[in-house]
């Protein structure tokens, strides 16, 4: 399971919890112990099984809340097994490659949905992902 967290003020995260670690059954991500990796409002007392994020991104900047997405599973060879996620202010569209917990990629991978616009993604039954903005529109992810 892949989890996408605007986070509160700091740091929004991308958590992974695989089905070999129970696919997040019982997980705690950390709220309000930790904000991203860094020590939350009430970092006091936590408990000894907070789940680690896999990416943390900053909220402040030009990037922004985190927008959760989708493994890709679509027709776009290059982008098979890639957590497609993006950032709300800057409107970025990003792939995370991991395997087995550990990130080999993380980057822009090429359409932009506009500042402060991008605010969900869609799949189909084929596996393709879209990309909602805020204005209404539903365009389809496709390869740079």
């Known amino acids: 399971m892949w989890v996408a967290d605007a986070g509160r003020s700091q740091f929004g995260e991308i958590d992974y919890l695989p089905a070999s670690k129970g696919g997040g059954a019982g997980a705690n991500l950390g709220w309000p112990f930790k904000e991203g990796k860094e020590p939350g409002p009430s970092p006091s007392g936590a408990p000894s099984s907070l789940e680690t994020p896999i990416a943390v991104s900053p909220t402040t900047g030009s990037d922004c809340p985190i927008i ?46 506009g500042a402060k616009s991008l605010v969900a993604f869609a799949e189909d039954n084929q596996g393709e992902l879209y990309f909602v903005t805020a204005g209404g529109s539903v365009q389809r992810l496709v390869a740079a």
């Not at 989708?70 to 098979?80: N, W």
């Not at 569209?93 to 359409?111: E, S, T």
């Open 68 to 113: 959760g997405g989708f493994v890709y599973r679509g027709s776009v060879t290059e982008l098979q097994g890639v957590y497609i996620y993006g950032d709300f202010c800057s409107g970025t569209i990003k792939g995370l490659l991991q395997r087995k917990g550990i990130v080999l990629d993380d980057k822009a991978i090429g359409p932009q949905a």
